[in-house]
């Protein structure tokens, strides 16, 4: 009985070399064809021909023509050292060469005039101690638009009208990113339009690894009433309502339509323990909201407007 792993192994070598040749070089067949005649991985045969008999790929395809062709964007080492000495940057100079940003860099790179960098790691930040800004920003976005990931990031989305207050995220948050952001665009049906938004992430950290098991702790987002009785300040209240919140008639409302119920009434709760405010539960469509009233609205404008950016004023009507 044959040794499977050995089968394994061993079975494609009836494709000898001689064999290999006569069908590529004489027969004319290409890969995919020798493929489909012995009943074999395309993979398997370009490995063979190329790698282990060195046969030389005469059957150009796609990638090879585009190789082909970017290959004639040749720049010498003088004169790449030039362009670099009179400040250009690689857009103008992939401009000068009658190339794309990337086959310009590969050519400066090639002749080890383009720094190579270095790859950024998402636990640079992990050991960093936060402001109590920036701890107030993620108690209080994290129950409105921002998540944290199960590596502890923090990560937000938010419209391209709102850029003003997505920068100053990215601001008080500085030093827990590389400063990439991400645009996307999506449709609404209900609108009957599409809208632009923008992302970003930070790196992880120990603060941020330590809440997502407060606010996550089983997978999901919860409402963690003591944690937030005993840390939530103003400024983080603010946040929450930046993120989540809108002005109605005579009353702030917040969007709480993610929890349960039951997790809004203690909501309901921190809101008069913590802050004095009394609230009311809404419902809206299938779904339920805060709302807080003409007897309390004011007092609480009076508590987040300290910590309001000017762009999101119009949220509490100034």
Request: overall charge positive.
């Amino acid at each position: 009985m044959v040794n499977k792993h050995y089968e394994a192994v061993h079975r494609y070598d009836f494709l000898t070399e001689e064999l290999l040749r006569e069908e590529y070089e004489v027969n004319g067949l290409t890969d995919r064809k020798i493929a489909e005649k012995y009943n074999m991985p395309s993979r398997t045969v370009v490995w063979r021909k190329r790698k282990k008999f060195g046969i030389e790929n005469k059957c150009k395809g796609k990638s090879n023509n585009n190789a082909s062709v970017n290959r004639k964007f040749n720049i010498s080492k003088e004169e790449a050292k030039k362009l670099l000495s009179e400040g250009k940057t690689f857009e103008q100079i992939a401009e000068i060469m009658g190339c794309s940003i990337i086959v310009s860099k590969k050519r400066f790179k090639e002749l080890g005039l383009c720094k190579k960098q270095g790859q950024f790691s998402k636990y640079q930040f992990y050991d960093i101690e936060l402001s109590n800004e920036q701890k107030q920003m993620f108690l209080g976005s994290v129950l409105g638009d921002g998540t944290i990931t199960v590596s502890g990031a923090y990560s937000c989305s938010h419209s391209t009208k709102q850029i003003d207050y997505f920068n100053h995220k990215r601001n008080v948050l500085k030093n827990l990113h590389s400063d990439k952001t991400h645009k996307y665009s999506h449709n609404y049906d209900y609108l009957k339009e599409e809208k632009e938004s923008i992302h970003f992430t930070t790196g992880c950290n120990k603060y941020l690894y330590e809440l997502r098991e407060i606010y996550y702790p089983e997978g999901i987002k919860i409402f963690p009433y003591k944690y937030l009785l005993e840390h939530l300040e103003a400024e983080g209240l603010s946040y929450w309502y930046c993120d989540d919140g809108c002005i109605g008639q005579k009353a702030a409302i917040l969007n709480t339509y993610g929890f349960p119920y039951e997790q809004q009434e203690m909501m309901q709760e921190l809101l008069w323990d913590k802050f004095g405010l009394a609230t009311t539960i809404n419902r809206c469509g299938e779904q339920y909201r805060l709302r807080i009233g003409v007897d309390y609205y004011l007092k609480f404008f009076s508590l987040i407007e300290p910590h309001l950016i000017p762009s999101m004023r119009y949220k509490i009507g100034l």
